[in-house]
């Protein structure tokens, strides 16, 4: 009955029936015979016969092949070999591709059929074989859609890659270039991951780089046409500036109008180039009137001046006051004309001194700005972000506080330049939207041309209909441009829509081939006797089955439901006999199992472990004619194993010591951590750095890998706390130099101030007792304070105002040495310094004290008055001193 069984299962090949025959015949041949039968076979198919009975008896006997047997005589001794080195030795001189193939599919030993895959190069052949291992080999299978992946993906990669090159050149071209482009491509460009040619690399970094420096250029502009709005405000009213208002405001319009033409041609072309030039046009205007206005203002006192002299006014006098220009500021004629009047009036009579009546001023309320300082800085903040919606949200609220309140005038012109920002933010956001709808119609263009992908084509288009949508939710486009986009996407689908007809097509093909199968082994089913049917076979045909239903194509909707029923239901017949061949495989796996829990409780070591040994080579060698499910077979492998190991536990007992070590480590650093966590209200730098240095130790000694977060944010909390010490310290001396100069003060204060002996020495005793108690500084540094102190009780006034004027050439040598820039009543003394030091340098070969040290203490040991600005000064040197340095100041 296995014979009929074999002859008439539809799609088993003759080879797998000589396979299933009696292999006596092939075994006891002489190898050498049927290489001369071989030699002389008449057609292909003996050919192969006898070579694959020449690969079996080799396989049998263990000879190796000889340099002269064919390819296919070494993959069917390879496929029939039991003996691992062997085979896989054999294997690796098999070269022919085909060969290898068959090998990965049906050699008995999963490291022969996984060794001969790996060395596949074909795409065909590893497509073939991924599709014939699935669901069989899962080694084989993985290995070859792995690699298929792996090129799929390198290949669309590296056609990505050439498409991104070649727009890349194109836009390069361009001149300025499509700043929009940028993010997009830097997406694609990241998508492409490590598979990116070093030329298009090298495009990518040029783009990049000609984008930052565009939009650096337009920057510029902007900052130089805001600078110039703020000019234009301050310039609203020209008449009545003053000399000094009148010469920054020109300064400032000489900086923006120099070299105009430093940017690119392009930049020149730019709107708001143009708008900046004619903003900067109207401000020379503004400022030749202030300038003219001025003029008139000083010829109008100058005449004024010499009346109020003496002269006499007479009618030359009068003509000529009437004949000179006046100012346009109204407050400016009022004065002038009343300064005239005045003169009038004292060629008439002498008048008495005239009081200034008393004018209330009108204090305006304080109010909080607060919140309009903040709701500044968030419209700032969100104008650089690009979010419109936003900003307008929070311009609308300011305005109201502007209605409300006037605000102070650092707001107002700060808000005067990010309200251009938001102008400028508002025009990009038009402007992006039509040029967004530009491209949505360039790229349907593209699509229209032809696309070799019909998915990817639909799914393209469907993706320019919703850009399309979004862009239309901002603002809707003119019908031109929408009728423009439609017709070319509407001829872009074209192809698409062919492709559905003839998938359509493919789908009824499909279930017409379906039911045809299902019939077919449904008639070869009715004719099996299952009394003597070999279930190994039978459960191989059933694979074959169902790689048969899976390799034809699916049809749809409710008739792959019927069909799948149907198809399920002749699985149901065939399982209903392999289930029961499966239970008795079952039994045999619970019996090997409960041998080895006995022995599991045997107590002579040895003799245990070497009857698990014979158990797990029955469990091998012994296995039915049926494959157990891959989940059962595993469930059952496990309780086996788990046997198995209870009486290998024993060799388990160094791990375990070795788990208990590292535990006691882990312990160890977590302790430490918990010392970690005290070192806060430790105030010592040296117990504070010692815990720290125990707690890393004991982490790198625990292995314990990646550390906490909790662990991570203690370790920095401490090392800051233990910065925060070493800030204290360097801090101390400065502390005590400032209480010390305090001690010394207050006596010379009283003592220039004129007080009595009395009450000098008295105030002195105390200061010297508060000496005392203070900790000493180093020598170089306390006894130039010993000796101010001592004779503090003598200073006078002239002496501390002798001491003001050492005490500010040391600050400015201080600040020259530092660098520091100065304030404008200090520019001039800085200068003449600059000038003594260049000349004691170069003439005398002197120079001063480059020990800031020795300058800061000189400074503090000079008796002088305290004078506020000096002390600021003296704070910003010690505080650039200290950003130099790590260490103590002194």
């Known amino acids: 009955m296995n014979k009929i069984l074999r002859s008439e299962a539809p799609g088993r090949p003759a080879a797998a029936a000589e396979r299933a025959q009696p292999q006596s015949k092939a075994i006891v041949a ?6 001369q039968r071989l030699a002389q076979a008449a057609n292909a198919e003996e050919a192969e016969r006898l070579a694959q009975a020449l690969g079996e008896t080799l396989a049998h006997t263990r000879q190796a092949p000889l340099p002269e047997d ?97 727009e890349l050149d194109t836009l390069l071209a361009e001149n300025p270039v499509a700043a929009t482009r940028l993010v997009d491509l830097e997406r694609e460009f990241q998508q492409l991951a490590g598979n990116v040619p070093e030329r298009c ?100 006192a100058d005449f004024l001046a010499s009346l109020e002299h003496g002269q006499v006014i007479g009618a030359a006098e009068i003509t000529a006051w009437e004949a000179l220009a006046k100012p346009e500021n109204q407050q ?163 192809p698409v829509a062919a492709h559905r007809a003839e998938l359509a097509a493919k789908l009824q093909a499909a279930r017409q081939a379906r039911e045809a199968l299902c019939r077919k082994w449904e008639e070869w089913q009715a004719q099996v006797v299952w009394e003597h049917a070999d279930m190994k076979l039978i459960q191989t045909v059933r694979q074959e089955i169902c790689d048969a239903w899976r390799a034809l194509s699916a049809p749809g909707g409710r008739e792959r439901r019927s069909l799948q029923k149907r198809f399920e239901k002749l699985l149901a017949g065939l399982d209903i006999h392999l289930d029961a061949a499966r239970r008795a495989e079952s039994e045999r796996c619970e019996a090997l199992i409960g041998a080895a829990q ?45 046997a198995c190991d209870a009486v290998f536990a024993r060799r388990e007992e160094e791990k375990v010591q070795q788990t208990a070590q590292r535990a006691h480590l882990r312990e160890a ?10 070192a806060h209200n430790i105030q010592d730098e040296t117990q504070v750095r010692q815990r720290i240095a125990d707690f890393r130790s004991a982490w790198r000694e625990a292995q314990a890998g990646a550390m906490p977060a909790k662990a991570n944010q203690l370790l920095q909390s401490a090392e800051a706390h233990l910065e925060s010490l070493q800030i204290s310290k360097r801090e101390a001396p400065l502390r005590l130099l400032a209480q010390k100069t305090a001690l010394i003060e207050q006596v010379e204060s009283l003592a220039a101030g004129g ?90 070969g002197q120079s001063p004290s480059d020990d800031l040290e020795r300058l800061v203490v000189d400074w503090h040991a000079v008796a002088a008055a305290a004078e506020t600005q000096q002390q600021q000064r003296m704070s910003l040197i010690l505080q650039a001193m200290r950003s130099k340095s790590k260490t103590s100041v002194l």
Not at 215 to 227: C, E, F, G, I, T
Not at 385 to 407: C, M, N, P, R
Not at 603 to 630: D, F, M, T
Not at 798 to 816: H, I, N, P, V, Y
């Open 30 to 35: 002489d190898p050498q015979q049927i290489r």
């Open 70 to 166: 064919s390819a296919r005589v070494r993959s069917h001794a390879i496929m029939q070999l039991s003996d691992k080195p062997s085979a896989l030795s054999w294997l690796a001189e098999l070269t022919d591709e085909e060969c290898l193939a068959v090998v990965a599919l049906q050699a008995r030993l999963a490291e022969v059929r996984l060794g001969a895959a790996r060395r596949l190069v074909s795409g065909t052949l590893l497509e073939r074989v991924a599709q014939a291992s699935r669901d069989k080999d899962k080694g084989v299978y993985r290995h070859c859609a792995t690699l298929l992946q792996q090129r799929q993906m390198e290949s669309a990669s590296a056609a990505r890659a050439a498409i991104l090159e070649r």
């Open 201 to 300: 690399k090298e495009l990518m970094a040029q783009f990049r780089a000609r984008v930052q420096e565009q939009s650096r250029h337009l920057q510029m502009l902007h900052a130089r046409h805001v600078a110039a709005q703020v000019l234009a405000a301050d310039l609203e009213q020209p008449a009545g500036l003053s000399a000094e208002r009148l010469l920054q405001l020109r300064q400032r319009w000489c900086e923006l109008t120099e070299n105009p033409a430093a940017g690119p041609e392009w930049l020149l072309k730019h709107k708001e180039a143009a708008t900046l030039a004619q903003l900067l046009g109207q401000v020379e205007a503004r400022l030749t009137f202030a300038a003219e206005d001025l003029q008139r203002l000083n010829n109008c």
């Open 332 to 494: 400016q004629r009022v004065d002038l004309q009343t300064r005239w009047e005045t003169c009038l009036r004292k060629q008439v009579k002498p008048v008495a001194a005239v009081v200034a009546p008393i004018v209330p001023v009108r204090v305006r309320p304080v109010r909080d700005h607060a919140v309009s300082a903040q709701l500044i800085d968030r419209l700032s903040e969100v104008i650089e972000q690009g979010h419109l919606a936003e900003a307008s949200k929070l311009d609308a609220e300011i305005a109201k506080l502007e209605s409300a309140a006037a605000l102070p005038h650092g707001q107002v012109q700060r808000l005067v330049r990010i309200r251009a920002d938001l102008l400028k933010l508002r025009g990009w956001a038009r402007w992006g939207n039509d040029q967004a709808r530009q491209q949505l119609i360039l790229q349907a263009e593209q699509l229209a041309q032809g696309h070799a992908d019909v998915a990817a084509l639909a799914q393209a288009i469907a993706k320019l209909r919703q850009d399309w949508k979004s862009l239309d939710a901002h603002a809707v486009s003119n019908k031109a441009l929408w009728q423009q986009f439609d017709t070319l996407v509407e001829k872009a689908y074209a």
């Open 598 to 642: 006995a022995l599991s409780q045997e107590g002579r070591l040895r003799q245990a472990i070497e009857g698990i040994k014979k158990l797990q080579q029955r469990w091998r060698e012994e296995a039915g004619s049926v494959r157990l499910a891959r989940a059962e077979q595993e469930k059952l492998w496990k309780r086996f194993r788990s």
């Open 669 to 678: 650093a977590q302790l430490k951590l918990t010392e970690l966590q005290e």
């Open 755 to 844: 007080a009595v002996a009395e009450s000098i020495a008295e105030l002195m005793s105390a200061a010297q007792s508060q000496w005392q108690a203070l900790p000493r500084l180093p020598a170089k540094f306390e006894q130039p304070l010993a000796r101010r102190l001592a004779a503090a009780s003598r200073a006078t006034a002239s002496s501390l105002a002798e001491g003001c004027k050492l005490r500010e050439t040391l600050l400015l040598d201080l600040e020259l040495a530092l660098g520091l820039g100065a304030d404008g009543a200090t520019e001039a003394l800085r200068r003449n310094r600059h000038l003594q030091m260049l000349q004691q340098k170069f003439h005398r």
